[in-house]
Each structure stands twice: as C-alpha cells, then as structure tokens.
C-alpha cells in the first residue's frame, strides 16, 4: 500500500443541492421508487467519491453514505434492532421504520451527536436482545468504491464504547448501558472477522470513538484496553486507526497507545493544545497520528501559514513519516461548497472555506508539511488564502469602531438587573394583576403553506412591502382574535413574519452573512442554514418592535415581546474564528438589549428572550464548563438587565436535562422561565422546587411535538400534578414549546382545553 499522507475523516452525504432530502422525502410520500432512491444514492457517492479523488486524498471512506445516520447503520450491522422492529421483514421498511416510526411503532429515539447539531439514532439495548453481526451492507459499499477507482477505501465504524455510551437501556434507565461491554465486543468481532475476509491486502478500518473526548474517558481505561486489544488482533490484514474529535482525549489516547491498532486521530484543534499532551506516548509506541488540523466544524477559511506551525510542532515529537493530516472531524458538519454561492458579498465569500475546499486546503497544507514543490493550482489556494486572510484581517466590515467602543464599556452591563426579583415581581404585578396560573403560549402560532409562500414571494420580489405586511398584519390580528376568544390572558403576536427564530434576527444584524446554499444535515432528510457571523454585531435598526407594537394596540391584555437570546444566536450559527466566542456573544447581546430597550420603551411590558440552545452549547469537557457558564450568562444579563423592574423578563427553553445546571438557570435571573416538562413527568419540577427557586414558572402543560389534543381532564390532572409540588402563585399555563409546525384545527382545540383546565383548577382554589 503507498504510503497514506492525507485522510478524510467522513464526508456530507445530503448532496450540495440537498438531492438526498429530495430523493428521500419523494420516496417517503411514496411517490418514487425505491430504485430511484438508490440511483439518486449512488450518484451522490460518487460524486462525493471523485471530489476526494480529485484533490488527490489518500484515505477516503467508503461507507460514510446513509440513508439517515451513520448510528442507525451500525445498530443494522450489529443486528440489534428494537424488538418491535423485527417483524418487519422488508429491510428497506425495517430501517426506515426505526428512524421514522410507523403507524403501529413508535421510532427510535434521537438525540444530539456529542456538541453539534446533527443528531444520531439512539442504540435501544434490552438486557434480552440478541444481535447478530453482518458486514454485507459494508462489503457492498466497499466493493462499490473499489469499482470506481478508490485503491483503499477506508471502512468507518462507530467504535464500541461510543456505541454503548450513547445507548440507552428500555428495561433498566439507570443502568449504565456500558455494563453490556461483554454482549456487544463478540459482535463488533464477528463484523470484523467477516470484513477481513474482503481482500488480499490491508484493509483499513476507522473506529470512531468521540466518547473519548468526555470525562467518561478517565474512567473507561480497561475497557479501551480490552476493546482494542481484542479488535485490533482479530486479522493482520485489518489496521485499525481509532479516532477522536471534539476535544481532546489524552486519557484514552495514552491507553491506545498500548494496544495493538495502527494509529489514534486527535483533534488539534477544539482541544485547546490539551492533546500534545498525548504525543510523546503515541511516538514512543511507534503508531501513526492522524492529525485533525483542518476545521471539519466551521467554515473560516484556514490559515495555512499558522496550520503548517502546529503541524510542525506536532511533528518535532512524532516523526513527520508517521503524522497523517485530516479535518478535526467529519466534514457531514459543514456545508458542501461554495460554487453556487452567486449572491453573497464577495469578500465575505473570500473568508470561508466549505467541504470541498476544506480538502483543497488539507491537500495544499500536506505539499507544505512535506516540502514538496507546489503546482500551480495549490499557489494559487496558498495565495488566496493569504490574500483573503490579510483583508479579512483589516476590513472595515469586520470591525466596527462604534461596537468596539461599545465593548470597552461592558464591564458595567455584566450583571444581574438592579432591582432583585423579589422588588420587581411586586410591581409587575401590580401592573399586569394577573392571576395565578396565568395562562400563555411560547410565541408562534402554525405557519401555513400559504403563509410560507407569501414570505418567499415577498422575499423573491413577486409582492410587494405594503402587501406582506397588510397579509401578516391580518395574520397577527387574526390570531390575537382567537387568543382572546379562548380567553388566554397573555397574549402573543404569532411570530407569523419568522421563518426561523435565528434566521429572522440574523438577517436584520449587520456583521451576520447568510449562504444560499450553505446546508448542513441535522437529522435525516432535515437541513440547517446557520448564519455566518463574520464581524462585528450590531443592530441598524429596531426588529420587531412594528409587529409587537401592532399586535399590542388590537389588545387591553398584555402582548410579550419575543426575541431569541444571545447565547441561542450564537449557537446556532457559524461564528468567526477571529476573535473569542463569548465577544461575540456579548456584541450579539448588546444588539438584543437595543431591541429589549426599545420594545419597553414602545409599551410591551413582558419581553421574552428565547434560549432554546443554551444547554447545547456546553463544552463536552467538564474543566470548561464554569467559562461558558459564565459569558452565557453575562450575555443573557447584558441582553435584558436594562428592562425597568416593571418591565418582565421571559426566557424559554426546550428540554428537560436541567438537573446539572439548575444554578445557572436560577442564575439567568428572568421573571418567568417557560420549560419543556409535559414529556418528562414532573420530575423536573421538583428539581427546582428543591433548589429552593423563587421565580415564576410555565412548565409546559402538553407536548406539542405531536398533533393530538390532550383533553382538558388530562391537563386538569396535569395542572393539579404542578400543585403538588409548587404553589399556584408561581406557576404559568403554557404549552412545552411554540406551535410552527402544528396546524390550526389542533392548536385551536388544545389551547381551549388548557384555558378551559385552567379556569377548573382555579374554582378548587
Ligand atoms: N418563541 C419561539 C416559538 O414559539 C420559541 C421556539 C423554540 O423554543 N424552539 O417558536
Ligand atoms: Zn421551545
């Protein structure tokens, strides 16, 4: 086998014009065959295939293509499929069930891979499930890349412990899902035995083990041993290199380097320069590194003069022969490139680098590294580069001198409001006087087609400003209509001019770019566009105050203000590199607390700053954890601390894990937090009576993420459950989350039941 130089971890698979949702959702709606799907699959991995090829990578994978996720295919190979799936004897329906669900058949669960927005299928390990191990669905992929000219394709697995760590146990929650180490190890042998079979020569295998970055890593040490001791035995014809990225993972690193495989990839750099710490085990062992130098999570364009300095640091402990050069990760993380990208700013365009020039860069970055002559299309990258890293550095639409003087004055703004809680809630109910359990919704209401098409078509220039906004008028009219016929008491405008919550704020900042093309998967056919925040923030001009304004003179009872928090903006965009996150964190907040201040001064007197991803942006390591705690706060309080003590502060969030972070939450110091409970029981909510938490609280009375309607006995049961554990002074009637994607004919129904609850439970009182 030549020698391998440069490697890819994993590549996107939805398709730069996003073909694999398409083919996807056509046969879904079963208006496509299933042939067409696998044509539509196989032109997307070739494709993909030949762009590696072409820039000349060395590793390329073969089986990093998916119909849905990359952990749904191993629980396939491993043959653990839920039990309730197994009856279905079509495989295709098999797997799409388990992803999707069916009518008889709840689908697996999903969640978040690691500290990213994509989400993984959640292994469902019962003490009683038998798997069985079969390569074939591999050995296709395999034999298939071959055929299109790939010398070596690299084989991705996801590695047992990551496996068993993101599992979940149906019969026994509490039980680590780890302590079935001994049932799972015999099948990633079996699936290994059979994969050594596949040809004469070295067959590399990459074992994915992102685990190894978390604290879990300091305590699994046997097991990693074991592992790879075992697996990295079973054939000589298999090397396996074991990856990691997200942080660093020294702690497993030094036990792989006692095992048998061929090489462990660290990301150099999310990992803060912790995974030096690892070198010299790995050059005394002799393995190879695969050094993750290439950002596989953000789309700035690399400083290739700055990356040759790490790599040759790196490369003065492990000798230069023995270092491959990667992306930090799988680029499935950004979007797929920048060719169709006809509308954005030049010069903005001139900073980013998406997948396929992520590989450009490792290739030119590679020729440096090795001192090989540069041809000429790797100059003119370098010089590109350089160029638009020089400018990027001096541009006046990067820094804005008004914003940095702004900064310099934070220090005072980084604070809690002045007036504490308890002084403040007494006057705001003087000033709203309404009643306990008070009744709300989270802010938008359902987002018809005709709705969505009217945005676009104003959007695209095919209507006019006068007509979008008579049409969202109506809309908001209509809708502050029906709250008061159902005789909700706070009211809300409906969110009906959003899109998205991030989008419609990311438009309307200065410092904030936006890509025609820039998707990125977050779960099976789903796409994200996150914004591109690339210089200073600011706020030309108020958001949404005509709206809020509007929906407030159609109304006597009070209309919240909706705006989405700092830390949620920032997490769910693609933020500059140029400076620390939590500046611009604080430069996102100071534009938002324009907004607060504005939406007070016009007379909305609740304001609601949403921080749906506050939990998400949490460091994987916990030693990080107390620095992002700290700027999310000092933003969300930069955002809202200049609302008068009359003037009520909402935050909402969407989950349930609130137990690690309850201090924080209390920290946050808003009038009113609304969370997601109604799927959770009320165990949550004993959490915070237990913290002894003095504000008020909406714990969502039913689940919107379903379209039945709860009956208002359900909610009075639910309602009289909130009693038990926190007085009636303190609690607020709300649905768990916004009602976008619900239609009307349901929202209508279960809203009225909650009001209809609501007006029961007050006569007991
Ligand atoms: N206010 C937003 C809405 O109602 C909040 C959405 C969210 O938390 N994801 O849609
Ligand atoms: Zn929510």
Same mark, same amino acid.
């Given at each position: 086998m030549s020698r391998i130089e440069t490697w890819n971890i994993g590549f996107g698979r $939805?398709? @730069?014009? +996003?073909e694999l949702k398409f083919a996807l959702e056509k046969y879904w709606k079963k208006e496509s065959s299933l042939e067409e799907l696998e044509k539509t699959s196989a032109q997307l991995r070739r494709r993909h295939w030949d762009y590696q090829c072409a820039v000349g990578i060395d590793a390329i994978s073969c089986n990093d293509f998916s119909w849905y996720d990359q952990t749904l295919d191993m629980i396939v190979a491993l043959g653990? @499929? #839920? @039990? +309730?799936?197994?009856? $279905? =004897?079509d495989p295709v329906e098999r797997y799409f069930a388990m992803a999707r669900g069916d009518e008889s058949r709840p689908a697996m669960e999903m969640t978040k891979w690691f500290n990213t927005n994509y989400h993984y299928i959640v292994p469902e390990l019962s003490a009683a499930l038998q798997g069985r191990a079969d390569a074939s669905g591999i050995i296709a992929r395999y034999a298939e890349a071959k055929a299109q000219g790939i010398e070596h394709p690299k084989i991705n697995l996801i590695g047992p412990l990551t496996f068993l760590a993101n599992a979940k146990r149906p019969? =026994? #929650?509490?039980?680590?899902?780890?302590?079935l180490f001994d049932r799972i190890l015999p099948l990633y042998e079996t699936l290994l035995t059979q994969l050594a079979q596949l040809d004469e020569e070295e067959i590399i295998i990459q074992m994915e083990e992102p685990v190894f970055v978390t604290d879990k890593a300091a305590q699994m040490g046997l097991l990693i041993r074991n592992a790879y001791e075992r697996l990295a035995s079973i054939d000589s014809r298999l090397k396996l290199y074991v990856v990691s990225y997200f942080d660093h993972a020294v702690e497993a690193a030094r036990v792989l380097a006692q095992t048998p495989v061929a090489g462990i990839g660290l990301d150099f750099l999310y990992d803060e320069g912790q995974n030096r710490e690892a070198l010299q085990a790995i050059a005394d062992s002799g393995k190879t590194l695969i050094a993750g130098v290439i950002d596989g999570r953000n789309i700035w364009r690399t400083d290739l003069d700055k990356r040759l300095e790490l790599l040759e640091s790196i490369a003065q402990t492990v000798p230069a022969e023995r270092v491959i050069l990667s992306p930090s990760c799988s680029l499935l993380h950004i979007p797929f490139t920048l060719r169709y990208e006809e509308k954005m700013d030049p010069a903005v365009k001139s900073y980013l680098a998406f997948a396929t020039e992520r590989l450009e860069e490792l290739n030119v970055l590679n020729a440096l590294f090795r001192k090989k002559s540069l041809a000429e299309s790797q100059h003119q990258v370098l010089e590109e580069s350089r160029c638009a890293l020089a400018k990027r550095r001096e541009s006046s639409h990067v820094t804005d001198p008004a914003v940095q003087e702004r900064m310099k004055a934070l220090d005072t703004l980084r604070r809690k409001r002045k007036t504490p809680f308890k002084e403040r809630i007494v006057t705001q109910h003087r000033r709203f006087g309404y009643k306990p359990l008070a009744t709300t919704t989270i802010g938008s209401f359902p987002q018809t087609p005709e709705l969505r098409k009217m945005r676009r078509d104003y959007k695209e220039g095919r209507i006019d400003a006068e007509t979008y906004e008579r049409y969202i008028e109506e809309q908001i009219k209509a809708c502050v209509e029906f709250q008061e016929r159902i005789d909700l008491e706070i009211l809300v405008h409906g969110e009906f001019e959003r899109n998205d919550m991030v989008e419609y704020f990311g438009e309307q900042l200065s410092g904030v770019a936006f890509s025609e093309n820039g998707w990125v998967q977050s779960y099976g056919s789903r796409c994200v566009k996150p914004p591109l925040i690339y210089g200073d923030v600011s706020r030309p001009a108020p958001m949404t105050v005509r709206w809020s304004t509007f929906a407030q003179s159609l109304t006597e009872r009070p209309m919240k203000g909706m705006l989405t928090g700092p830390v949620t903006i920032l997490n769910w965009s693609f933020v +500059?590199?140029?400076?620390?996150r939590s500046e611009t964190c604080y430069q996102i907040a100071l534009a938002i607390r324009d907004e607060v201040d504005d939406l007070q001064k016009a007379g909305i007197g609740m304001i609601q700053v949403d921080e749906a991803a506050f939990k998400e942006g949490? #460091?994987? +390591?916990s030693a990080k954890r107390p620095e992002y705690e700290r700027f999310a706060l000092e933003s969300f309080w930069i955002a809202t601390?200049?609302? @008068? #003590?009359e003037t009520q502060i909402h935050t909402h969030m969407c989950y349930s894990e609130f137990n690690d972070i309850i201090d924080t939450i209390e920290g946050m110091d808003a009038d009113v937090i609304s969370i997601e409970t109604a799927r959770s029981g009320n165990v949550l909510l004993r959490i915070f009576k237990e913290r002894g938490y003095e504000m008020e609280i909406g714990p969502g009375v039913y689940d919107i993420h379903s379209p039945r309607v709860p009956s208002v006995d359900e909610m009075v049961d639910q309602i009289h459950a909130l009693l038990e554990v926190l007085p009636p002074r303190q609690l607020w009637i709300n649905p768990d989350c916004g009602l976008k994607t619900r239609g009307w004919p349901e929202v209508e129904a279960s809203l009225a039941n909650m009001v209809q609850a609501v007006k029961e439970v007050r006569q007991e009182l």
């Open positions: $939805i398709g @730069e014009k +996003r653990l @499929e #839920p @039990e +309730r799936f197994r009856t $279905i =004897s019969d =026994s #929650p509490d039980v680590d899902a780890l302590g +500059r590199d140029d400076q620390p949490y #460091p994987l +390591r601390n200049v609302a @008068e #003590p």
